[in-house]
């Protein structure tokens, strides 16, 4: 290749660059070129638009129904509905159902209305110790309400006195007055240990056995005391009154003794001393006591006549 002085000025084109000039404009020219689309297009397109016209729906339905249920369960910062949060514990404000079971530590009420547990069935409340094991049980019923534990109390509200305790040996009423106001009195089963018995003011007081006897001990005596009434004892077949070391003392302005037999003479000596019809009629008797304890009277005389009329001695 042989380059000229001319060719060598800065500006010139060399022959190299002139013929690929020259045939680059020979070259044929299309005369539509052809341009490859980019994007998507058609039903592809279509589609696209509907699911994200679905997907918004969807949202805005459930941004609604979050704003609903917001409204309707009345969330707050505090809590839900009836339910607040609070420092002290959880707080509810009118009635609540529990369908699962609930463990807590302590339930108040508040302060201006009672706390009121109710179920369709039973009301049962239990205490369990740290091995899970049952140690206490109440149950409230529609026919009874049962207490289960070893031992039961009920306390007054001022000065946590004992009014009623109960165990497997013993039952404990500590109130200060015991009052039965039931129509058939009160019926125990076994012996009753008492160091006072009373009846209500204007009342009377009645200790009766219907089909057994009725039997009063003390180591140091039995005081019956009516200080305003009458004082009776009634029995259907015998009525012991027994002092094994002492005496029984009968104090009282009359003493009687009703529906005593009255003795006899024998047939011989009242047939040689019988009185005549104009003889007074006897009022005054002599009280004879027979070798088994009987009592019975016998008409007075200037003597004893209890010896002579011992008859009705044999007869019991």
């Not at 006072?196 to 039995?222: F, N």
């Not at 002492?246 to 019988?274: H, K, M, Q, W, Y």
């Not at 027979?290 to 019975?296: F, I, S, T």
Request: hydrophobic share 35%; aromatic share 6%.
């Amino acid at each position: 290749i042989i380059i000229s002085e001319e060719d060598r000025r800065p500006g010139a084109m060399t022959r190299e660059q002139y013929i690929l000039a020259t045939q680059q404009n020979t070259l044929p020219r299309t005369e539509h070129p052809q341009f490859y689309p980019v994007g998507i297009y058609g039903w592809r397109k279509r589609c696209l638009y509907f699911f994200v016209l679905l997907l918004l729906v969807t949202m805005i339905v459930n941004l609604a129904m979050t704003v609903w249920i917001l409204k309707v369960m009345n969330f707050t910062v505090d809590g839900m509905g009836n339910l607040r949060v609070t420092k002290k514990g959880i707080r509810l404000e009118g009635i609540s159902e529990f369908l699962l079971p609930l463990y807590v530590k302590e339930i108040h009420s508040r302060k201006d209305s009672p706390l009121v547990l109710q179920s369709d069935r039973n009301v049962t409340v239990n205490a369990r110790n740290h091995m899970g094991q049952l140690t206490g049980q109440l149950t409230v019923g529609a026919d009874a309400v049962e207490a289960q534990c070893k031992r039961f109390e009920v306390r007054a509200s001022e000065g946590g006195k004992v009014l009623f305790s109960a165990d497997e040996d013993e039952i404990v009423i500590g109130a200060d007055r015991l009052k039965v106001t039931g129509t058939e009195g009160a019926v125990f089963g076994h012996s009753v240990e008492t160091p006072h018995i009373r009846a209500e003011p204007s009342q009377d007081l009645k200790l009766e056995s219907p089909t057994r006897s009725l039997v009063m001990e003390a180591p140091r005596g039995v005081q019956v005391n009516a200080a305003a009434g009458d004082l009776k004892a009634t029995c259907r077949k015998e009525l012991h009154l027994q002092s094994t070391e002492g005496e029984i003392f009968l104090n009282a302005d009359t003493i009687r003794l009703g529906n005593l037999p009255v003795g006899s003479f024998p047939s011989s000596s009242s047939s040689s001393s019988s009185p005549s019809s104009s003889a007074p009629r006897q009022t005054i008797y002599e009280l004879c006591v027979c070798p088994n304890g009987k009592l019975y009277l016998s008409p007075a005389g200037a003597g004893s006549t209890c010896q002579s009329s011992s008859n009705i001695c044999l007869w019991s």
